[in-house]
């Protein structure tokens, strides 16, 4: 890793706490766990888990042979594993390691049979590798997350999982993210009511293909599809190819910011919902104070029978993903 990247995490989720990218750090947070435990109901960084997103009447319909009701922490809905979901869990760790040649940090968390109402003992692996690379003389910071997760216990015979980076970029460095410039890769959405999708997958009524500016004229909180043809994914997409989602640039501070992930959706979110008091020593953050690239299976894939596969884990399979995050200074 060169002098222009570095990054710091938490063990408590997992959390990615900084990325600094030619020494500005892009990712919102807090300086202290205190503060996120008391704080972050945001999510800022944290790692998503047992399920990322929403489960309708938080019900999983049928598992296991039989159904399973979940915590309603988002009327009338599950979202993101509970209110306890592993994003506000201490990880063991971080264990140094090395893969394809490069310093990695290795965070586990062990999540038990019935934790926030889920059958089966889980063990979920995150890997990060923090690196350079250089093109064209060009230095570009890049920041790899690689999720593994087994059913370990002997409790039932499959689980339900869907893990996401919750982090919050701010590439401008200001109390909002208005001026930033964004381009998604896909025209294609899941249109949703109450966050569950209503159906089958539509273009996204503007275009987002084409460079558009952050504001309060655009504001986002819609799943994007990747891939229409479920069949094709299986539950570790990590021998995936990577695929771009979207990029981002600002013109105050020339900072660029892609996003990459072998996922078949992502979540895009602009933050109009942040309301995060003074603290710690950082300002209050308000809405449009960050934005989000989700990465994931689609919403409410358990109890969808076309995607169920994608999220089913059963005894002796490997659940895995990987998000890549890129970024660099012109």
């Known amino acids: 890793m060169g002098d222009k990247t570095s990054a710091k995490f938490l063990s408590l989720g997992a959390i990615i706490q900084e990325f600094n990218v030619d ?5 919102q947070g807090f300086t202290t766990k205190e503060a996120y435990e008391k704080h972050n109901s945001p999510w800022f960084g944290a790692n998503i888990g047992r399920v990322a997103n ?5 019900v999983i319909q049928t598992l296991n042979g039989q159904q399973y009701q979940l915590e309603l922490n988002d009327p009338p809905n599950a979202l993101h594993g509970g209110s306890c979901g592993w994003g506000r869990c201490e990880f063991d760790g971080p264990t140094v390691l090395t893969r394809d040649g490069k310093t990695t940090l290795l965070y586990t968390y062990l999540s038990r049979d019935g934790e926030a109402g889920y059958p089966g003992t889980v063990e979920l692996r995150v890997y990060y590798t923090t690196s350079e690379e250089v093109e064209n003389g060009k230095t570009t ?4 997350i690689e999720y593994e997760a ?3 216990g002997d409790e039932c015979n499959e689980t339900v999982i869907n893990v996401t980076n919750h982090s919050y970029f701010n590439i401008n460095g200001g109390p909002t993210t208005e001026g930033t410039i964004a381009k998604l890769s896909t ?4 249109p949703l009511e109450n966050g569950i999708p209503l159906g089958p997958i539509e273009p996204y009524p503007s275009e987002v293909t084409k460079e558009f500016t952050f504001g309060p004229q655009n504001q986002f909180d819609d799943v994007f599809i990747m891939e229409r043809d479920l069949s094709r994914v299986p539950l570790d997409t990590r021998g995936e190819p990577l695929r771009l989602l979207a990029e981002f640039q600002h013109a105050d501070t020339r900072l660029h910011l892609q996003v990459h992930s072998t996922e078949p959706a992502f979540q895009f979110y602009t933050g109009q919902g942040i309301d995060v ?3 710690d020593g950082k300002p209050s953050r308000g809405p449009f104070a960050g934005f989000c690239i989700e990465p994931s299976r689609f919403v409410n894939a358990v109890n969808e029978p076309g995607w169920r596969h994608t999220v089913i884990l059963p005894k002796g399979k490997k659940y895995g993903s990987t998000i890549v995050y890129k970024a660099w200074r012109e």
Not at 23 to 27: F, P, S
Not at 54 to 58: A, C, L, M, N, S
């Open 277 to 279: 008091p003074e603290t």
């Open 187 to 190: 025209q294609d959405y899941l």
């Open 23 to 27: 020494g500005q750090n892009i990712v």
């Open 54 to 58: 929403r489960i309708k009447d938080g």
């Open 141 to 144: 910071s890049v920041l790899k």
């Open 150 to 152: 087994e059913l370990v």
